[in-house]
């Protein structure tokens, strides 16, 4: 059974130049399993990742066809029944944990303040689930960063605590927008190795937003390359280097590669019908 | 005799009454026209000390010779004239309020240098960016012609030596390619010599000769670029790096060239 169902999802902004669609129909259904969407700045695969959890504010509007999570209807349910949603059954981990993170609160009172309210556990209680949490996504000494403000911390340790914030809950669904691209690469593999023990051990299902398409072909089990808001090939990880679609192909010829060639590199050749196909 | 040497360089900040040591006793020596890189994690040091020879972090220890001549603090004119740097970020590095025409000629109004237009108009043409970009605004550009506009920036005072901090980590791939093309065929063309940092271990295999890795500051082992390809590293951190490097998922299997 999936457990996410979305037919046709598209994201129109109105502008002073009419309307922009930022996603023009894109169709999946996820199990529990990791999807990977891959595509440049400006392909539309974040704002799928936040039309989902109807995370798009006006002007931006979300239509599609059908958009459910478990049975439940996303595009007509409530702002409350969403809210209930969000957080708890459907995680996010944003990109950038500048922004993302309340500059204004210890790392440990926006880590308990879910549990705090939500799940209603004593102060102790909280604190001890939130130091377990920290110690989940390898963060060496938890009770300093408990203390710690957001800007006291480095990026890949801000990363570790918005992953952590989130898997708190424990979500059946985490959207994961660049998870890792603020992250060194040993850290990169811990943390993917993390969201990969909770998808086998829990059967979480994983949307993994990443530009990174070697990095979302190593560790996802689908892949879907998006390019100016459409869906321009799914292809499983496995096979990615049998991808057949020209805009797939650029994305992997044109990075370079340890004992390759010295020459340049090669560019993306936009020339093709698909780049311009349909194009606001 | 090597253009940039580096000797038992120690950084030291002061954080909280407490010492941090960010470099501690890293020595490299890297020859005219040659590019040289960095690898690490975050706080591997690998920038402080881009940062350290342009004057930018306080030096505790060791020393740095351009050209053989230990520099002066502060560095001063004559400095930026030989020594220019990229930064990582485009999009913060150049100053939102100014026209690129601005950004690129104030290194010539300081220096009181003559020519301003065929200058500023040689160096936007020389990173392939259309003169008209002269009168834009950062905003009114994209992350990758920013990072044109840095490069020509730097270029503007015709330094022999770029400190490339990162420059292609916040651009798409294929927009990454590019401006690395860029940076070869300026290199070329110039005779410029790099020193260039990257987390990216195959982008510093594509872009450099030899391999400096750095952990908590201190050397790890130097790699020519032939050992790094067959993966002739000694040190097991280094290896870890390698092994990790997203590219080697895809490294088994040879392209088919097209």
């Not at chain 1, 669609?21 to 169709?27: D, F, H, K, P, Y």
């Not at chain 1, 990742?49 to 999570?69: C, H, K, S």
Request: charged share 25%; with cysteine; proline share 6%.
């Amino acid at each position: 059974m999936s457990l996410l169902e979305v037919k046709n999802l598209r994201v129109t902004f109105d502008t002073e130049t009419g309307p922009v669609q930022a996603v023009r129909g894109v169709s999946f259904s996820l199990g529990h399993e990791r999807l990977g969407i891959v595509g440049e700045s400006g392909s539309g695969k974040t704002m799928t990742g936040r039309a989902v959890l109807r995370l798009i504010r006006p002007p931006g509007r979300v239509d599609a066809d059908v958009m459910t999570f478990d049975g439940q209807d996303l595009l007509n349910a409530t702002e409350r029944e969403m809210r209930a949603l969000r957080g708890k059954r459907i995680g996010m981990v944003m990109q950038d944990p500048k922004y993302s993170l309340n500059p204004v609160m210890t790392v440990g009172r926006q880590l308990t303040e879910g549990l705090r309210l939500r799940d209603k556990l004593g102060r102790a209680d909280a604190t001890a689930k939130a130091i377990a949490a920290l110690d989940a996504v390898q963060i060496r000494d938890p009770a300093r960063v408990m203390e710690a403000y957001p800007h006291e911390l480095s990026g890949g340790m801000g990363q570790r605590v918005m992953i952590a914030m989130m898997l708190i809950p424990e979500p059946d669904l985490l959207i994961a927008d660049e998870p890792t691209s603020a992250l060194d690469v040993t850290v990169q593999a811990e943390v993917l190795s993390i969201l990969d023990g909770l998808v086998r051990d829990r059967g979480m299902g994983l949307i993994f937003i990443s530009h990174d398409l070697r990095l979302v072909a190593r560790f996802c089990d689908r892949v879907l390359v998006m390019h100016k808001g459409v869906v321009v090939e799914e292809v499983a990880a496995a096979n990615l280097l049998e991808a057949k679609h020209p805009y797939t192909r650029g994305l992997l010829n044109c990075l370079p590669r340890i004992g390759g060639p010295r020459g340049p590199l090669p560019g993306l050749d936009r020339s093709g019908a698909w780049a311009t196909e349909g194009a606001p | 005799m090597s253009l940039i040497e580096v000797d038992n360089l120690t950084v030291t900040f002061r954080a909280k009454g407490r010492d941090v040591r960010a470099v501690d006793s890293v020595s490299l020596t890297v020859g005219a026209r040659e590019s040289y890189g960095l690898v690490g994690e975050s706080g591997s040091g690998k920038s402080t000390i881009l940062r350290a020879i342009c004057g930018m972090a306080p030096v505790t220890g060791g020393t740095i010779r351009i050209g053989g001549e230990v520099l002066p603090t502060p560095r001063g004119r004559a400095f930026s004239t030989r020594v220019q740097m990229v930064f990582q970020d485009p999009y913060a590095s150049l100053h939102p309020r100014h026209t690129i025409d601005r950004t690129l000629s104030e290194p010539l109004a300081i220096h009181g240098l003559p020519g301003r237009d065929t200058r500023v108009v040689q160096a936007l043409t020389d990173v392939g960016l259309p003169p008209a970009f002269r009168f834009r605004y950062p905003h009114q550009l994209s992350g990758g012609q920013r990072q044109r506009v840095a490069i020509a920036r730097a270029l503007m005072l015709k330094p022999q030596i770029l400190l490339l901090d990162e420059p292609t980590s916040a651009l798409d791939a294929s927009v990454q390619a590019e401006v690395l093309n860029l940076l070869n065929r300026l290199r070329a063309e110039q005779g410029l010599t790099f020193l260039m940092v990257s987390h990216d271990l195959a982008v510093i295999d594509h872009m450099c000769d030899r391999i400096m890795v750095l952990q908590h500051g201190r050397t790890v082992e130097e790699i020519a670029r032939d050992d790094l390809a067959n993966a002739r590293m000694t040190t097991p951190y280094a290896r870890s790096l390698f092994d990790a490097s997203a590219d080697r998922m895809l490294s088994t299997t040879p392209e088919p060239s097209r």
